[in-house]
C-alpha cells in the first residue's frame, strides 16, 4: 500500500476556509501539498445585479494581473452590464426618441389647423 501522508507545507496551522489544501502527486511518486484558493461570486451587473457570464470569477487584484479580453466582453458595457439590461437600455433611448419626433409631428399638425 503506497504511503499517502503528506505535510503541510505552509506555516498556517489551522485549518480555515482560507487555509483549505489538497494532495497532489508528483511524478516521482511523492505526494505534495497544493493551495486551493476561495471562490468569489463573480462580477454582477450594474442594474439587474445578475452574475455576468464570461467573465472569469476572481478576486479584484487577480483582475489586475489579466488582460482586457479575459476582464471584459466584446460588447457596449461589457464588463459591467447584462445583454438584457444592455438592449433595455437601447430600446427605451430609441423609443424615447421615437415619442419626441411623433410629438413634434403632432405639433406642426396643430399649427397647420
Known sequence: MP???WTQNTRHSYN???AKLRAIRMPGGALK???VTKTTK????????KVLPGIKHMKSSEYARTSKR???V???YGGSTCHACVRQRIM???LLEEQKAVKKVLAERAAKK
Open 74 to 76: 466584446s460588447r457596449c
Open 16 to 18: 480555515t476556509a482560507s
Open 42 to 49: 463573480g462580477p454582477r451587473c450594474s442594474d439587474c445585479k
Open 3 to 5: 504511503d499517502n501522508r
Open 92 to 94: 427605451r433611448a430609441f
Open 70 to 72: 479575459e476582464r471584459t
Open 33 to 35: 501539498s497544493q493551495r
